[in-house]
Nanobody, 123 residues
Framework: QVQLVESGGGLVQAGGSLTLSCAAS????????MGWFRQAPGKEREFVAA????????MYADSVKGRFTISRDNAKNTMHLQMNSLKPEDTAVYYC????????????????WGQGTQVTVSS
């Protein structure tokens, strides 16, 4: 399996920006669809964004569309989530995930998961 480790989380003020990174090891991620999910306090884990193996196709949750940008660098075995115009509602643990399937917003489609990184947006 592939091991995924998230980094870049932290505390930011509303309106600020933060970039999350996901580093993969064990296998290259070039053949995987990659995605980001998040889980806010008291809520279910939800889809944030996904990107195809080639980077040519992306998908975003409506709540983050226009503010977040997902990208990947297969040569470096990394994926990133640039988050702009952050809102307190974005506060959550963010998880990196990898899928054998296409670009889908469903948790069941992702086979591998990182441990998560905390993002806290203050008002």
């Amino acid at each position: 399996q592939v091991q995924l480790v998230e980094s870049g989380g932290g505390l930011v003020q509303a309106g600020g920006s933060l970039t999350l990174s996901c580093a993969a090891s064990g296998r290259t991620i070039s053949s995987y669809t990659m995605g980001w999910f998040r889980q806010a306090p008291g809520k279910e884990r939800e889809f944030v964004a996904a990107i195809s193996w080639s980077g040519g196709t992306t998908m975003y949750a409506d709540s983050v569309k226009g503010r977040f940008t997902i990208s990947r660098d297969n040569a470096k075995n990394t994926m990133h989530l640039q988050m702009n115009s952050l809102k307190p509602e974005d506060t959550a643990v963010y998880y990196c995930a990898a899928s054998f399937k296409g670009v889908l917003p469903y948790i069941y489609a992702y086979a591998y998961w990182g441990q998560g990184t905390q993002v806290t947006v203050s008002s």
